[in-house]
């Protein structure tokens, strides 16, 4: 079963603007880590929080996490075209096990 | 190897055959996960491996499902029986953290269609 949902689903924004990706999970984890799919085949890792951080930035990236609520959002600025893909939150449970998310599809128009 | 190699990259079979995918992971690397995910679907997690032992099969979807690993590294998953539900990619993963799950490394899958 799923562990985290993101939301939207999917979003559409025009190069320039901010995409905001939002992922809510069910259990307490060691850490959440946000991932890029592009073309339907391998996921390339962007960023890792740990659960006893709240915020955590990498370039053009900004995860925020909200361990009370169970949630995170992944900020990706000044969008550009190369962004399009699919953005999936994972959680790692327990020790090893990490799940993931059912994705969020981001369309970024030239 | 450079990064996590998969084979092979697309397999059709009929339904009913056995299938066996291969997932050659980064050097070192002491974690391997498989996970499937249909079209247009999330990742589902399958299995994970510590070295050569499988701590958690919970997401092998039916006993049809098996997978092993070899010496630390190369993984098989073996599909029995091959379902037309089973046609989905089947995306392999290595990591080389030990204690709890860091930055994972992905292949580029491989492809099942079952008709």
């Known amino acids: 079963s799923q562990q985290g949902e993101e939301d939207p689903q999917a979003l559409s924004i025009q190069e320039g603007e901010n995409a905001t990706m939002n992922c809510s999970y069910k259990?307490?984890?060691?850490?959440l880590q946000w991932y890029r799919q592009n073309s339907g085949r391998g996921l390339v890792h962007l960023i890792l929080?740990?659960?006893?951080?709240r915020e955590k930035h990498s370039g053009r990236l900004r995860v925020t996490l909200d361990t009370s609520k169970k949630s995170s959002s992944l900020l990706i600025t000044a969008s550009r075209a190369a962004d399009t893909a699919s953005y999936f939150c994972a959680t790692a449970v327990n020790t090893d096990k990490l799940i993931f998310g059912t994705g969020t599809r981001l369309q970024v128009f030239p | 190897g450079a990064g996590v190699s998969q084979s092979p990259s697309n397999k059709v079979t009929e339904k009913g055959k056995d299938v066996e995918l291969r997932c050659d992971p980064i050097s070192g690397h002491t974690a391997l996960y498989w996970y499937r995910q249909s079209l247009g679907q999330g990742l589902e997690f399958l299995i994970y491996?510590?070295?050569?032992?499988?701590?958690?099969k919970s997401g092998l979807p039916s006993d049809r499902f098996s997978a092993e690993r070899t010496g630390g590294s190369v993984s098989t998953l073996t599909i029995q029986r091959t379902q037309q539900e089973d046609s989905a990619v089947y995306l392999c993963?290595?990591?080389?953290?030990?204690?709890?799950?860091?930055?994972?490394?992905f292949g580029e899958g491989s492809r099942l269609t079952v008709l």
């Open positions: 929080i740990r659960s006893n951080e």
């Open positions: 259990t307490s984890i060691n850490n």
């Open positions: 993963a290595s990591s080389s953290r030990v204690l709890s799950a860091g930055e994972l490394f």
């Open positions: 491996f510590q070295g050569n032992s499988a701590p958690d």
